[in-house]
């Protein structure tokens, strides 16, 4: 059986001008262990890594934990005064950009329609806006032909990012 002496691994690792290298001692842990961080000790000359005491809570159990938590459902009334904001945010900043021309009711309306959809389906507070519906924005404006998809989906990305989860809060008295 090794020793732990026998297993030590050193490796250099250059430092400022003052110390040339270090050599820094790498045990093998076993895989379960969840090694968060790692302390430098100065012994003599030498610096020493050690890992941290392994968490006292089983992980797995932290990770069942987490994927049973369920988001809250959409509000429907909450998704339609969003959806309007989103679409009066969407019209006046557009309108502003020569790239779209005639075309900004048209890219607006996809715009708005998508988003529309994913509020009323999948929105149930902060921490479930995705970017999904943005990347079709700009998928379904470009196989339209219109102008500037990119753009707009920049522009209701960045609205969603802004705006979304904090107007939940204040719907929700948060």
Not at 54 to 82: C, G, M, S, W
Not at 104 to 115: A, G, L, M, S
Request: glycine share 4%; net charge negative; proline share 7%.
């Amino acid at each position: 059986m090794a020793t732990a002496s026998s297993l030590l691994i050193s490796s250099r690792i250059p430092l400022s001008s003052s110390l040339k290298s270090v050599s820094i001692p790498i045990l093998p842990y076993h895989t379960n262990t969840y090694i968060k961080r790692f302390s430098l000790h100065k012994s003599s000359s030498r610096y020493f890594m050690n890992p941290p005491h392994t968490a006292r809570r089983n992980p797995k159990t932290l990770i069942v934990r987490a994927a049973e938590y369920k988001f809250p459902d959409p509000i429907p009334e909450f998704a339609e005064a969003e959806t309007e904001k989103f679409r009066d945010h969407l019209i006046e900043k557009l309108s502003k950009k020569d790239v779209f021309e005639d075309s900004v009711d048209e890219v607006v309306e996809i715009c708005t329609q998508i988003f529309a959809k994913f509020m009323n389906e999948e929105y149930g507070g902060p921490g479930t806006l995705m970017v999904d519906p943005f990347w079709e924005m700009a998928d379904t404006i470009n196989e339209s032909e219109l102008p500037g998809g990119p753009q707009a989906a920049r522009a209701a990305v960045k609205w969603a990012q802004d705006h979304v989860d904090i107007d939940w809060k204040e719907w929700n008295g948060n």
